[in-house]
Nanobody, 128 residues
C-alpha cells in the first residue's frame, strides 16, 4: 500500500511561486505513474500534471503548461510540483496520486479514475 503525504501549500499573490512536495512510502514496484491533481470548491478534481517512472515522460493540463513543472527525486521518493506565475484560478486543494506497476498514456495520466493511491491534499490560495 502506497502512502502519500503532500506539503508546501500556502497563500501567495498572483505571479508568485510555490513548490509542492509529495513524500511516498510503501513503494514495492519499479514502475509507477505519478500525478498531481487539484480540486476547487464546487468543481471536479482535475489532472494537472503526470509523470511516468522510469522514463520521465511528463504530461500537463493546457491550463498549466509553461507554468508548472512536475519532477521526482527518485533517491528520496519525493514528487514535486513547481508552480510559477500563479493565478487566482489556480486556487484549489492539490493532491498527489500514484498508480503502481503501470506507465499510463499522457491522457490516462491526467484522469482521476486511473489512480488508486491518493494523498490528503494541500491547500493553495492565490490572491490578486
Amino acid at each position: 500500500q502506497v502512502q502519500l503525504v503532500e506539503s508546501g501549500g500556502g497563500s501567495v499573490q498572483a505571479g508568485g511561486s510555490l513548490r509542492l512536495s509529495c513524500e511516498a512510502s510503501g513503494l514495492r514496484y519499479r514502475t509507477y505513474t505519478w500525478a498531481w491533481f487539484r480540486q476547487a470548491p464546487g468543481e471536479e478534481r482535475e489532472g494537472v500534471a503526470g509523470l511516468r517512472s522510469p522514463g520521465g515522460g511528463t504530461s500537463y493540463a493546457d491550463s498549466v503548461k509553461g507554468r508548472f513543472t512536475i519532477s521526482q527525486d527518485n533517491a528520496n521518493n519525493i514528487l514535486y510540483l513547481q508552480m510559477n506565475d500563479l493565478k487566482p484560478e489556480d486556487t484549489a486543494v492539490y493532491y498527489c496520486a500514484a498508480r503502481m506497476a503501470a506507465l499510463l498514456s499522457a491522457g490516462q495520466s491526467l484522469q482521476r479514475a486511473s489512480y488508486k493511491s491518493w494523498g490528503q491534499g494541500t491547500q493553495v490560495t492565490v490572491s490578486l
